[in-house]
């Protein structure tokens, strides 16, 4: 087994190390705070098969940035794996049900690599261990990804860490006197001086990562430039502790031009909705949210919060309870729907 500290290692130099020697297994990874995160990397005769991230990118969230799949889609994967522990992993369950095909989540896999491998390789701190055995069956593409073109794209990555993801661009100039690639016509043709970096990167079909580098080489080319005067995105504060769901708002929310700000649990929801004084609140009916609501409603600055409930909860409370700014959306629900909710309450950003 190879074990050690990534302040001893960085995780590109363990990646290659690991995947030199040949060997079928898991490269695990964990650090602890400011925010305990674990990972995993499947390795099979020295090429990559798959990738997870606690609280990171998500393949089901990949497929829908993808279009491959819909959000409702991805939450019936994510309630067949949470319900039988037989099921097989989210990418394969799909192929079963006819959704998607092997050309389709290879894509999908390849995207959600470059993704986890890039937030991995600036890690600065924490452990790794990589333990031999034969990957799970269905993970993933049998004949995996090449590390090296994998790290090389990381390394494309990592350069989109110059750009504040938060920042509203607007075009400037004469992009034709430049020279980009098809890759970064796609990405200027998102620009509209209204959305975030972040937001522009959710509508892309290329991984967040690659997105906001393709931003940053453009803002540096000065093809783009600051909207200083674009109107602040509204503040939507998620509350879900399932982290994959967490993912799919978070991505429907950055796609409607809004700032999402996730949290687990309602404790942390207390402490963030008295920081970030939200325009809205989406809650996870899972998180048995029904007494903070009554609180949050006794309160002034909470008052008059639109909120919607993801999940059925309890009818009687329902029933209870006719506030106009309280709605629910129920399981498996549509992107679109979340969407109509939100052009209901919230202008869309910069409109």
């Keep these: 087994m190879i074990e050690g500290s990534l302040r001893d290692a960085a995780f590109t130099d363990?990646?290659?190390?690991?995947?030199?020697?040949?060997?079928?297994?898991v490269l695990h990874l964990e650090?602890?705070?400011?925010?305990?995160?674990?990972?995993?990397?499947?390795?099979?005769?020295?090429?990559?098969?798959?990738?997870?991230?606690?609280?990171?990118?998500?393949?089901g969230e990949m497929l829908v940035r993808l279009d491959l799949l819909g959000v409702d889609e991805v939450q019936i994967l994510l309630a067949d794996q949470a319900s039988d522990p037989e099921v097989p992993s989210l990418g394969a369950a799909a192929i079963a049900r006819g959704w998607i095909d092997a050309d389709q989540l290879a894509v999908a896999v390849e995207g959600h690599l470059t993704e986890v491998?890039?937030?991995?390789?600036g890690w600065r701190d924490?452990?790794?261990?990589?333990?031999e055995g034969t990957p799970p069956a269905g993970i993933a593409d049998e004949e995996g990804f090449d590390p090296l073109r994998m790290l090389m794209q990381v390394g494309d990555r990592r350069s989109g860490d110059a750009i504040d993801p938060e920042v509203v661009l607007k075009r400037?100039?004469?992009?034709?006197?430049?020279?980009?690639?098809?890759?970064?016509?796609d990405v200027l043709g998102l620009v509209d001086g209204r959305r975030s970096a972040r937001a522009l990167a959710a509508e892309s079909d290329l991984p967040e990562g690659r997105t906001l580098a393709l931003l940053a080489e453009l803002l540096g080319a000065g093809v783009l430039g600051p909207a200083t005067d674009a109107a602040t995105p509204a503040t939507v504060l998620v509350a879900c502790a399932d982290a994959a769901e967490a993912r799919l708002l978070r991505l429907a929310l950055l796609r409607h031009g809004t700032r999402p700000r996730l949290v687990a649990d309602l404790e942390a929801a207390e402490v963030a909705f008295d920081e970030l004084r939200p325009s809205a609140v989406v809650l996870d009916a899972e998180l048995d949210p029904w007494s903070?609501?009554?609180?949050?409603?006794?309160?002034?600055?909470?008052?008059?919060?639109?909120?919607?409930?993801?999940?059925?909860?309890p009818a009687r409370w329902w029933a209870r309870r006719r506030e106009a700014n309280t709605e629910r959306l129920a399981r498996p629900y549509r992107e679109v729907d979340l969407q109509t909710w939100l052009r209901q309450k919230l202008p869309r950003a910069g409109a």
């Design 14 to 25: 363990v990646l290659q190390v690991v995947v030199a020697g040949r060997k079928d297994g």
């Design 172 to 185: 400037l100039g004469d992009p034709t006197a430049q020279l980009l690639s098809p890759e970064a016509w």
């Design 126 to 131: 924490g452990r790794f261990g990589f333990v």
């Design 292 to 313: 903070w609501l009554r609180t949050l409603r006794r309160r002034a600055e909470g008052s008059h919060v639109p909120t919607l409930v993801i999940g059925a909860g």
């Design 31 to 59: 650090r602890g705070e400011p925010s305990e995160r674990r990972a995993r990397v499947w390795i099979k005769g020295g090429r990559l098969l798959a990738a997870s991230l606690e609280g990171g990118v998500h393949l």
């Design 117 to 121: 491998l890039g937030e991995l390789s």
